[in-house]
Nanobody
């Protein structure tokens, strides 16, 4: 059974950077595609960025492109989300999720394993 634990969230100011971690146990994360989703207040959970089974990163469109980057460290069995130039609208609970679909799909129903989430708040 794969287990995922996120960390690294917190309160930051607009323009700051933050790196989230998703540590896996139970199975090698490299055998899954892994993605980050977020859910803001009163909003549905949305895809942010992901990394495929083969290690190719992908991200959402205009909302985070060029600001957020996903990477994976196979030795640490951990996936990271580097977030730069944070904006107040990035405020949300961020979740990592793993899927047997190798292509880091954008739909949450494609993911079988989820972490508990970590809060990111961007405010001045």
């Amino acid at each position: 059974q794969l287990q995922l634990v996120e960390s690294g969230g917190g309160l930051v100011q607009p323009g700051d950077s933050l790196r989230l971690s998703c540590a896996a146990s139970g199975r090698p994360l490299r055998t899954y595609s892994t993605s980050w989703f977020r859910q803001g207040p009163g909003s549905e959970r949305e895809f942010v960025a992901g990394i495929t089974y083969g290690g190719v990163s992908t991200s959402d469109g205009d909302s985070v492109k060029g600001r957020f980057t996903v990477s994976r460290d196979n030795a640490k069995n951990t996936v990271f989300l580097q977030m730069n130039s944070l904006k107040p609208e990035d405020t949300a609970v961020y979740y990592c999720a793993a899927s047997g679909n190798p292509n880091a799909p954008r739909y949450s129903y494609e993911y079988d394993y989820w972490g508990q989430g970590t809060q990111v708040t961007v405010s001045s």
